[in-house]
């Protein structure tokens, strides 16, 4: 029996990478939206609470925006890094355990191939083939007996900047009626209505993109935006009459 395993998987591999690459990019942006919305609302929130001008409130959150995006933006790029070397660690573990034990990494693709029920004939064919091709047998390894797909080299900046972005934006939401009224109760007011509109719709979207149910899951992240700045004003307000 003729096995061929050797055909061009270009086009299939171009797909898979740009979907992983939008879904990574989605994620990327999730993560940094939703503490982008959150943590400058709750901290514009507390502050009003506490303070008598407008400025102070913009001054902070401001701050806590810069600072929150390279923070999230650091994290996402060491996330990624890790990634990286991981997958280049066991890819060379792979290559060596290749060329020093030759016949165990054999039987660990017949192994693969017995999970799927195949004959015993089926394995060693397909293990003899593998073989003659070390590349292939490496990567054959990685994504199966590993479930490892290699990540984008790019893949640690492009999350940092997403992330990091996407924290910007979010967090820009809930401070913008603060430059635009005169006190920051009446900041909060406005604030806290256009952030529990986005806080829905992005729970939304977040929930269709997940497969949750989007009314709840939007009604949920919602949610819990308001009581994260609602606990944040009650504290300042107790600290500040304490």
């Not at 050797?6 to 171009?14: F, K, M, S």
């Not at 009003?48 to 913009?58: D, K, R, Y």
């Not at 929150?68 to 573990?93: C, F, K, N, P, V």
């Not at 091709?133 to 797909?149: C, I």
Request: glycine fraction near 10%.
């Amino acid at each position: 029996m003729d096995i061929h395993l050797h055909h061009d998987h270009h086009d299939d591999h171009h797909h898979n990478e740009e979907h992983l690459e939008n879904s990574d990019f989605i994620t990327d942006i999730v993560i940094g939206m939703s503490d982008g919305l959150t943590v400058p609302f709750a901290l514009a929130a507390g502050l009003s609470g506490a303070v008598a001008s407008n400025a102070i409130v913009t001054t902070a959150g401001l701050a806590e925006i810069i600072a929150g995006s390279i923070a999230m933006g650091l994290g996402g790029y060491l996330a990624g890094r890790t990634e990286l070397d991981h997958y280049q660690a066991e890819l060379r573990r792979e290559e060596e355990e290749v060329e020093r034990v030759p016949e165990r990494e054999k039987q660990e693709v017949r192994d693969v191939f017995a999970a799927y029920g195949l004959s015993k004939h089926l394995q060693d064919e397909i293990a003899n083939e593998l073989a003659k091709d070390k590349k292939q047998w490496v990567a054959f390894m990685m994504r199966y007996e590993l479930g490892l797909s290699e990540p984008n080299p790019r893949r640690a900046t492009h999350s940092a900047l997403t992330i990091g972005i996407s924290y910007i934006v979010g967090g820009i939401i809930p401070l913008l009626p603060y430059f635009f009224t005169n006190t920051p109760t009446e900041g909060l007011y406005y604030s806290t209505i256009i952030t529990l509109i986005c806080l829905f719709v992005f729970g939304w979207f977040k929930s269709k993109m997940t497969g949750q149910p989007p009314f709840s899951g939007a009604l949920k992240v919602m949610i819990i935006g308001a009581l994260a700045a609602g606990a944040a004003f009650a504290i300042a307000q107790a600290i500040g009459h304490g």
